[in-house]
């Protein structure tokens, strides 16, 4: 994801970053591109009038071997309950798929798939933002699942504490990556990031425990780490 690095080792990672996912850094701002609390327009998008998604390549690899594009007609609609199970416990999420039906339909298709598991979440900021990241199995943040898809913006985005929104490197460009808000930061974020969805108090409680514990000293990841084991769609 793109980093404002504060030492030689993260400004390296940051410039290897660029190409795929990105969220602010951990000083509420990005680097190579716009920063996440700019002023710039953001166009608001809404899924295709068909009803469908468009899930395009990217020409990059899949970070997992045998990863399926999702159906262009979504899968589920409403709520949906995903249950991610964890090393720091259950955190059990609600999906939005009637606000977001496209990126939700890509997190069932590829959770359903095994795409996540086993993988671990691999950024952290504590300053500015407060966001855990995570959907990437290289845990370097450069990995996909080899296709993007269009945001699904109102424009009024908030990301309050308890929101679950696609990571991106620019506009349209959505893969497998995601990030848990666990504060508000009014503002610190332009409404960019597609929320598709959010997870409960007893989530949110174990995801500042995480948080509390800082961010280690490569600044980027945490010092608790935080692995995805499964993620369970109750349809």
Do not use: W
């Amino acid at each position: 994801m793109r980093l404002l690095a504060s030492t030689a080792a993260t400004a390296l990672l940051a410039l290897t970053l660029l190409g795929c996912a990105s969220t602010p850094s951990n000083s509420g701002s990005t680097s190579g591109g716009t920063d996440a609390s700019d002023s710039a327009t953001t166009s608001t998008t809404e899924p295709a009038a068909s009803g469908t998604c468009d899930y395009f390549a990217d020409g990059s690899a899949s970070a997992k071997d045998g990863t399926q594009v999702p159906p262009a007609e979504p899968a589920v609609t409403g709520e949906v309950t995903a249950t991610m199970k964890t090393s720091v416990g259950d955190l059990v999420l609600t999906l939005d798929a009637d606000a977001a039906p496209c990126a939700v339909n890509s997190f069932v298709s590829l959770a359903e798939q095994g795409y996540y598991d086993d993988t671990s979440c691999h950024r952290l900021t504590t300053q500015g933002i407060y966001i855990l990241q995570c959907g990437d199995p290289t845990a370097t943040g450069m990995g996909g699942p080899g296709y993007s898809f269009a945001d699904e913006l109102t424009g009024t985005e908030k990301y309050e504490a308890g929101t679950l929104a696609m990571a991106n490197a620019g506009p349209n460009t959505n893969g497998s990556q995601f990030f848990f808000v666990y504060e508000s930061a009014p503002g610190a974020l332009a409404p960019s990031y597609t929320s598709f969805g959010s997870f409960d108090e007893a989530s949110l409680a174990t995801l500042r425990d995480v948080a509390a514990t800082g961010v280690a000293a490569d600044g980027v990841t945490p010092v608790t780490a935080v692995d995805i084991e499964t993620i369970t769609i109750s349809r």
